[in-house]
T-cell receptor, first 116, second 114 residues
Framework: AQKITQTQPGMFVQEKEAVTLDCTYD???????LFWYKQPSSGEMIFLIY??????QNATEGRYSLNFQKARKSANLVISASQLGDSAMYFC?????????????FGTGTRLLVSP | KAGVTQTPRYLIKTRGQQVTLSCSPI?????VSWYQQTPGQGLQFLFE???????NKGNFPGRFSGRQFSNSRSEMNVSTLELGDSALYLC?????????????FGPGTRLTVL
């Protein structure tokens, strides 16, 4: 079964607008972490934001926020005030306690294109 | 603080050869994990090392192996290369002792097998 699902292969947004990238997950482990990474064309995976399963509040990091809806098993990334440099692939990933701290399971990614 | 470094950045090999990729984690990080990224399979976990011990392994054939040294630097080796091994190989490091630790990735090594 797919553990991380990103249903949007591509998204377009105009500069300075907000955009939401969807991510749903599947796990029976009560302890897990959810991550978003950005991958520009250079290939490097850049960490954006983390949400723990027991965190009471949605995570925020600058222009990035995570809309965490535990009952729906969704962890959508919201990018506010998009910039041209935000154009990249975005990956949602999950780490479960019962598979160890290190193993990340990734979704298929969403390609975001920001237009002027 | 210096980030994760990977060498080489690009590599071209032929089928049947073997290859060794290197990863130096962030200073103070004791854990290194490796991922393979291909257009068809996406990002897949290869293995993880913590304090020189393999702590977790993904579903890859035995041709893929790795090790970690006492200074936390890690190498992964692929023997008897196949065309399907062409991929971006990413290394990630984290402190490794907290469940909330974040993995930080290096720039990757792009391997092409001809």
């Amino acid at each position: 079964a797919q553990k991380i699902t990103q249903t949007q292969p591509g998204m377009f947004v105009q500069e300075k607008e907000a955009v939401t990238l969807d991510c749903t997950y599947d796990t029976s482990d009560p302890s897990y972490g959810l991550f978003w990474y950005k991958q520009p064309s250079s290939g490097e995976m850049i960490f954006l934001i983390y949400q723990g399963s027991y965190d009471q509040q949605n995570a925020t990091e600058g222009r990035y926020s995570l809309n965490f809806q535990k009952a729906r098993k969704s962890a959508n990334l919201v990018i506010s005030a998009s910039q041209l440099g935000d154009s990249a692939m975005y990956f949602c990933a999950m780490r479960e306690r019962n598979t160890g701290f290190q193993k990340l399971v990734f979704g298929t990614g969403t390609r975001l294109l920001v237009s002027p | 603080k210096a980030g994760v470094t990977q060498t080489p950045r690009y590599l071209i090999k032929t089928r049947g050869q073997q290859v060794t990729l290197s990863c130096s984690p962030i200073s103070g990080h004791r854990s290194v994990s490796w991922y393979q990224q291909t257009p068809g399979q996406g990002l897949q976990f290869l293995f993880e090392y913590f304090s020189e011990t393999q702590r977790n392994k993904g579903n890859f054939p035995g041709r893929f192996s790795g090790r970690q040294f006492s200074n936390s630097r890690s190498e992964m080796n692929v023997s008897t290369l196949e065309l399907g091994d062409s991929a971006l190989y990413l290394c990630a490091s984290l402190r490794g002792d907290q469940s909330t630790d974040t993995q930080y990735f290096g720039p990757g090594t792009r391997l092409t097998v001809l």
